[in-house]
């Protein structure tokens, strides 16, 4: 299956920061990525999606200006979570996409902000 | 995209075969289904998808009534490392499209 790095796997900051998650797919390129979010005992919920070379387009309800996604390259996308508040904690996921392939995911990231 | 039902847990012993269900009434004729697992704190792993056809690879296997409204997911033979969220998802293009999850079923394997 495909490979897909993303880090850090945790990550602790004070409330007002920016964290900067990163994710890559190794050995295929991925022209659409795929970023989630899961709070405790919830299922994965989309926040949005890019295509490379374009503005990423957000799901309702997630602010576009507070996570910021950046999809320069085929292999790398990184989510920023610009001052980030605790109701940001959770863990976040991305999932790249090809053609004709099924979406796999990275292993996340754990975000706690104090 | 197509809504999924599947229970919210269940139990099987080590060793034996796991049977997860799910049931997708409104599948259209283009969709796929997948399944998906995630162990506690990972990212979803990918186990196996269908259109059809019942299918078979080394971690499962995926069967599709004849009418496609649901569909089974086997593992034959149960680990504890097999203890997970299974994610059952319905979705119509392979790759760039994106998955909605639901709930999934909680599957613990008992020793």
């Known amino acids: 299956g495909a490979v897909v790095s993303q880090h850090p796997s945790w990550v602790i900051c004070k409330s007002g920061t920016s964290v900067k998650i990163e994710c890559r797919s190794l050995d295929f390129q991925a022209t659409t990525m795929f970023w989630y979010r899961q709070f405790p005992k919830q299922s994965l919920m989309l926040m949005a999606t890019s295509n490379e070379g374009s503005k990423a387009t957000y799901e309702q309800g997630v602010e576009k200006d507070k996570f910021l996604i950046n999809h320069a390259s085929l292999t790398l996308s990184t989510l920023t979570v610009t001052s980030a508040h605790p109701e940001d904690s959770s863990f976040y996921i991305c999932?790249?996409?090809?053609?004709?392939?099924?979406?796999?995911f990275g292993n996340g990231t754990r975000l706690t902000v104090t | 995209d197509a809504k999924t039902t599947q229970p919210t847990s269940m139990d099987c012993a080590e060793g034996r075969a796991a049977n997860l269900p799910c049931n997708h009434s409104t599948i259209s004729g283009n969709e796929y289904v997948y399944w998906y697992r995630q162990i506690h704190s990972q990212g979803p792993q990918y186990i196996i998808h269908g259109l059809k056809n019942n299918e078979t690879n080394e971690m499962a296997s995926l069967i599709i009534t004849e009418d496609r409204k649901s569909s089974t997911l086997i593992l034959p033979h149960a680990t504890l490392r097999d203890t997970a969220v299974y994610y059952c998802i319905v979705s119509s293009i392979q790759g760039a499209q994106k998955l909605v999850f639901g709930q999934g079923t909680r599957l613990t394997i008992n020793p």
């Open positions: 999932s790249p996409g090809g053609p004709n392939s099924p979406l796999h």
